[in-house]
């Protein structure tokens, strides 16, 4: 014992004390940052048993198409979320977008020159994309201009969109959507059911949007002006980061992302109604909460957000498969949320407790290392 101070203790007895709760709580934040993938493995897993056409590659192909439509909405969402917004309106932008490639499609009458244009089909995509990044213009320009509530706008907009949907037919649907060769207007469909090297147009897409996001929000500027403007926009604006612009941009990103879901989805059925992608938007933030996403804003990514999107695909679809009611998918999907939010909070709730005012961080415990956030870059 020393003679002024407090008993010396060997650095080499408290080095193995905290070695072995550490490596616990490592394994731990590992099983909860992992969560989405481990997840889908689960699901695969059990409707393989369950179904012996559930594990066939023809099968997974086709459920990718699927989840596809749900995973281009999730990665629009996720820009938002990082944000510390929401849009509900993705859904109903979907819809829209839809709605006016088919309105373009079936041909656009110019009664003044006793002519119908028949556009082509690149033209159709442009043109569906641009109502999408119009849709989240005004989105943008309502929350970082007006300050309006995320929350509200997106609202608004969600009813707007749809009844500008519901408006263009009066509730009907555009059908046959194939077009025809002699007008020049075919080859929409081919998003839908055409595949290169055996893999879906639509999986194709998804893949190329989510590799174009990934660069952004790792490689590019903009990442991290979005990454500090979600984590704390205050201290973003004080750092120089254009905190408005930003915030504009990623919701125009999440309604041209929505604009592409509707016209894969559009050209999957070969029809377009003014209802399609009605509920789409929960999906899309249970996506973005499945694959580890904090609602408050800032932490994220890309990899984490298509998991998810394929965890609730390949549920819902594992569920058809099988025989399962519609009432007990809703239940077992909605399951599924609400255990990702409860380890979501789990995960984030050491970051909270640390970014409260009122000065110092409060002294950690082992449970502070189970649920610290990882150290690893944003998006990477």
Known sequence: MSRNGPPIVSSATNDV?????????????????????????????????????????????????????????????????????????????????????????????????????????WVVVIASCLVGALVGLVNGVLISRFKVAPFVATLGMLYVVRGFALLMTNGLTYNDLGGRSDLGNTGFDWLGFNRIAGVPIGVLVMILVALALSFLLSRAVFGRWLYASGGNERAAELSGVPVKRVKIWVYVASGVCSAIAGLILSSELTSASPTAGTSYELTAIAAVVVGGAALTGGRGNIRGTLL???????????????????????????????????????????????????????????????????????GR
Request: charged share 10%; glycine share 10%; proline share 5%.
């Open 17 to 121: 004390e905290r070695v072995k709760p550490a490596s616990r709580f490592a394994v731990g934040r590992l099983l909860i940052e992992g969560r989405a993938f481990m997840a889908l493995l689960v699901v695969i897993i059990v409707f393989s048993i369950l179904s012996k056409n559930y594990l066939t590659v023809n099968n997974m192909l086709t459920m990718s198409s699927h989840v596809a439509v749900y995973a281009l909405l999730a990665m629009g969402q996720l820009l938002v979320i990082l944000n510390g917004g929401i849009d509900l309106s993705v859904g109903s932008t979907l819809g829209l977008s839809g709605m006016v490639a088919g309105f373009l499609m079936q041909g656009v009458r110019l009664d003044a020159f006793g002519v119908i244009m028949y556009p082509a089909v």
């Open 308 to 378: 998810g999107a394929f965890v609730i695909g390949f549920l819902s679809d594992g569920l058809v498969i099988i025989g399962v009611s519609v009432y007990w998918q809703t239940v077992f999907t909605g399951a599924v949320i609400v255990f990702a939010v409860l380890l979501n909070s789990i995960q984030y709730r050491g970051r909270s407790r640390r970014n409260q005012p009122g000065g110092q961080p409060p002294a950690t415990t082992p449970a502070d290392h189970l649920t610290e956030p990882a150290s690893e870059p944003p």
